[in-house]
């Protein structure tokens, strides 16, 4: 997996709601260059976790699917004499 990387646009709207989730529930207010530093120690530290989880979400459902379309396949067969 590479780094996570983000648009700008994307990237301060994450630093605003770090910056917000401070001030709203820590009570303490940080900057825009502190609350960057650390979106991007948690995107390399906590974000593997969260991708493989997705990963494995997806692998689930892609086997449940097949799955269900392995049966529908099997009900179009036609009878053999």
């Given amino acids: 997996m590479s780094d996570m990387k983000f648009t700008k646009d994307e990237t301060d709207r994450i630093v605003a709601k770090v910056k917000a989730y401070f001030t709203d529930e820590l009570d303490h207010e940080i900057g825009g260059f502190e609350a960057e530093f650390l979106m991007d120690f948690f ?3 906590i974000g593997p976790h969260f991708y493989n ?4 979400d997806a692998h689930t459902l892609f086997s449940e699917k097949a799955n269900e379309l392995g049966y529908l396949i099997e009900e179009l067969e036609k009878p053999v004499s």
């Fill in 53 to 56: 989880q997705g990963l494995s």
């Fill in 43 to 45: 995107a390399k530290e």
